[in-house]
């Protein structure tokens, strides 16, 4: 296992119609590492469209970038050996958005975690196997008995994508890339998801990059932050820090953007996406919202 997993300038573009140069930048020079020990969360936050799944893709090896490297141990993921391949593959796992897409609905939820055992060669028999199956899928909260043998549609979402969780548990990685992972479970599967993964960091030393656009979670996660818009990141620091503290116009309206839990409290204006692309750092966000707390 390595100790860090480095973004170093990395650049995304991709064709585009419509547009001048006949490219738009998803990712623009996005530099950062991620440490295995001590091991960490640290959020990825922004609008749609504001490049964070296109790092996800760069992190994981599916989108070689532009320009700039994705460093494991020093070494860019995108020339490795077979062998070390096989290795980060192992040693950085992802978790998804969509908790169906991510099985086949013609096979039985199973299969994803016994292709893990023989892929990685994880037990020796099968009994161990499935052993293990069992002990994972107790560490995330489900019961045996009632997932295993079943086809995806005849689970919820949540346990859809504790079974991924489970997979991740059986694997023991050091970094885990979730993408967005919670945005369709509702809020008590939410916390379930959000506070196993708080267990893998604290019992099983696991280094998550939590990406999302919603901030309630990023405060409930705690640890460090980046925020990102048009590819950029703006700012970065404590989750304490960003969202008490913020410094950079975006920051202030995503906070701003928050709708809070008392109907006397409205926003007196309107936020524009479009006013983004006016704003730097010596800009000064409109903040007419009333005063609340944040979460």
Same mark, same amino acid.
Do not use: C
């Given at each position: ?42 959020? /990825?936050?922004?609008? $749609? ?8 893709? &760069? *992190? @994981? !090896? ?19 050996s077979r062998a070390e391949y096989d290795a980060y593959r192992r040693d950085v796992q992802p978790v998804f958005q969509d908790p169906y897409a991510i099985f086949n609905p013609f096979y039985r939820v199973d299969r994803a975690l016994w292709k893990a055992v023989k892929k990685f060669k ?9 052993? /293990?199956?069992?002990? $994972? ?8 008995? &009632? *997932? @295993? !043998? ?86 970065? !620091? ?46 000064p966000a409109d903040t007419t919202k009333p005063e609340a707390p944040i979460i």
């Amino acid at each position: 296992m390595k100790s860090e997993l480095e973004l170093r300038g990395v650049q995304q573009r991709f064709h585009a119609r419509g547009v001048a140069d006949g490219y738009v930048t998803a990712v623009d020079d996005v530099s950062f590492s991620l440490l295995a020990s001590p091991p960490q969360i640290v959020s /990825l936050v922004g609008q $749609s469209g504001s490049g964070k799944s296109t790092i996800a893709r &760069n *992190v @994981l !090896g599916l989108q070689k970038p532009t320009a700039g490297s994705v460093l494991y141990g020093g070494k860019d993921i995108f020339k490795l050996s077979r062998a070390e391949y096989d290795a980060y593959r192992r040693d950085v796992q992802p978790v998804f958005q969509d908790p169906y897409a991510i099985f086949n609905p013609f096979y039985r939820v199973d299969r994803a975690l016994w292709k893990a055992v023989k892929k990685f060669k994880l037990a020796d028999t099968r009994a161990a196997g499935l052993k /293990l199956i069992e002990e $994972s899928l107790q560490a995330v909260r489900l019961e045996p008995e &009632n *997932v @295993l !043998g079943r086809y995806p549609h005849q689970l919820s979402g949540g346990q859809r994508q504790r079974i991924m969780l489970a997979r991740v548990h059986m694997l023991r990685p050091s970094f885990i890339i979730a993408d967005e992972p919670v945005s369709m479970l509702d809020a008590q599967v939410r916390k379930h998801f959000l506070d196993i993964l708080l267990d893998f960091q604290r019992e099983h030393g696991m280094t998550t990059l939590f990406i999302t656009h919603d901030l309630s979670t990023v405060y409930y996660l705690g640890g460090e932050v980046m925020v990102i818009t048009k590819g950029q990141i703006v700012e970065r !620091g404590s989750v304490a820090t960003v969202m008490h503290e913020p410094s950079h116009p975006y920051t202030k309206l995503l906070l701003d953007s928050i709708p809070q839990p008392d109907p006397d409290q409205r926003w007196t204006s309107r936020i524009q996406v479009d006013e983004l692309d006016h704003l730097d750092d010596n800009t000064p966000a409109d903040t007419t919202k009333p005063e609340a707390p944040i979460i």
